[in-house]
């Protein structure tokens, strides 16, 4: 049995779900071996998943992020965006591979272009959704991580994307 990096009671971060609460550690017999695996209740979704352990890892299954992490994030945020001028949808490709990283400045750079572009032109509505879970992401990982309320930390960020 391979050491757990979590036990039961810790959040942790899935990417491309977000944060979740490992609810238990389950042991399943998959081919004739045994293999242990994290049960993980997404906090946004309410979605289940089964991580084994031994590819947590390499699935990108993180710890959350320490509070320099959050002021790198704020500090991305209220940076320039970077607005791609590539047609539509490679820039949709190219922010959706961002979000599957599980990374959490990704992400927050993600946001920070989306929210960019938007004060150019109207998003289209796969960008507003992408916008939207990215702020999400961010908003549930950083209220996890600083046990902050979850719309104390939406007002932040509200007041960091506005228009200058």
């Known amino acids: 049995m391979m050491k757990a990096q979590f036990k ?3 959040k942790a971060v899935y990417p491309a779900h977000g944060v979740g609460v490992i ?4 042991s399943k017999d998959i081919g004739g071996s045994r293999q242990d695996f994290y049960v993980l209740q997404i906090i946004s979704s309410g979605a289940t998943l089964m991580v084994p352990i031994t590819a947590s ?4 299954m993180r710890s959350l992020i320490s509070d320099k992490e ?3 994030i704020y500090k991305i945020l209220r940076s320039p965006g970077h607005i791609s001028r590539t047609t539509w949808n490679r820039r949709f490709r190219e922010f959706n591979d961002k979000l599957q990283t599980g990374s959490v400045t990704d992400i927050a750079e993600v946001l920070r272009d989306l929210n960019s572009l938007q ?3 109207d998003l289209s509505f796969g ?3 992408m916008m939207d879970k990215a702020k999400d992401m961010i908003i549930a990982e950083i209220s996890a991580a600083s046990s902050k309320e979850t ?3 939406e007002a932040e960020l509200e007041q960091i994307l506005l228009p200058n």
């Open 23 to 26: 609810t238990r550690i389950e």
């Open 151 to 153: 719309l104390d930390v």
């Open 70 to 72: 959050i002021k790198d």
């Open 127 to 129: 960008e507003k959704t």
């Open 119 to 121: 004060g150019d032109k």
């Open 8 to 10: 039961v009671g810790d």
């Open 57 to 60: 890892r390499r699935a990108g």
